[in-house]
């Protein structure tokens, strides 16, 4: 079982649709975050969450809202997206406070937007 | 504002040669310093960190990297690349408190 798992692997979406990603780390961290990774640019932060509370908000558009009900479990609820928003969303984890140790990644959602 | 700069976007390299990646950073404090690697359809592995102490670092699969605060680069490096290094490697640096901020990544890829 690895340390943080994201569901689904793929997805593809219609711009009116509402989905959402999930992720789930098995290593007892703290603080869990959202990466947007596209084709040809850096990886972006997207959320900081840190013992379920939302520390971070990196300027990202209202049509992507995560959730975290605790310190395990992240959501990303997505509704009325549009096709830039097609990329590799990655999910990762760390102990302590966000910034000052490193982080674990899940192997990402990817995911399509038509 | 913290940047990360990854100078090569693809490497080629024979199997057996030695690799060095560059890195670069622009912040005035001694950052947290870290690679990742990533395969391909993949989320992101630790290679290695640094957060102070010994300038050369060890890590996973082999790799090492060296902190050289005068040039502010944290480049990475293996003595002898196996084909199953291909991937993309992405340097991250972090100021105390500060989230990651990554690099473009660097492409290797391995000739037989």
């Known amino acids: 079982e690895t340390g943080v798992t994201q569901t689904p692997r793929h997805l593809v979406m219609g711009m009116t649709n509402k989905k959402s990603l999930k992720c789930e780390q098995h290593?007892?961290?703290?603080?869990m975050y959202w990466y947007k990774q596209s084709a040809k640019k850096p990886l972006e932060l997207m959320f900081v969450?840190?013992?379920?509370?939302?520390?971070e908000n990196n300027s990202v558009p209202s049509r992507f809202s995560p959730e975290c009900p605790n310190s395990s479990h992240l959501f990303l609820h997505l509704h009325t997206l549009q096709p830039e928003d097609s990329a590799l969303y990655l999910c990762?984890?760390?102990?302590?406070?966000?910034?000052?140790?490193?982080?674990?990644f899940g192997q990402g959602t990817r995911l399509t937007v038509v | 504002a913290q940047s990360v700069t990854q100078p090569d976007i693809h490497i080629t390299v024979s199997e057996g040669a030695s690799l060095e990646l560059r890195c670069n950073y622009s912040?005035?404090?001694?950052?947290?310093l870290f690679w990742y690697v990533q395969s391909p359809g993949q989320g992101l592995q630790l290679l290695l960190k640094?957060?102070?102490?010994?300038?050369l670092v060890q890590g996973i699969k082999g790799f090492e990297a060296e902190f050289k605060r005068s040039q502010s680069s944290f480049n990475l490096r293996k003595p002898s690349v196996h084909w199953s290094d291909a991937a993309e490697y992405f340097c991250?640096?972090?100021?105390?408190?500060?989230?990651?901020?990554f690099g473009g990544g660097t492409r290797l890829m391995v000739k037989p």
């Open positions: 990762a984890s760390s102990q302590g406070r966000p910034g000052y140790t490193e982080a674990f």
């Open positions: 290593l007892g961290h703290n603080a």
């Open positions: 969450y840190n013992f379920k509370e939302q520390t």
């Open positions: 912040y005035g404090a001694t950052p947290y």
């Open positions: 640094y957060f102070s102490g010994d300038t």
């Open positions: 991250a640096v972090a100021e105390a408190g500060n989230m990651l901020t």
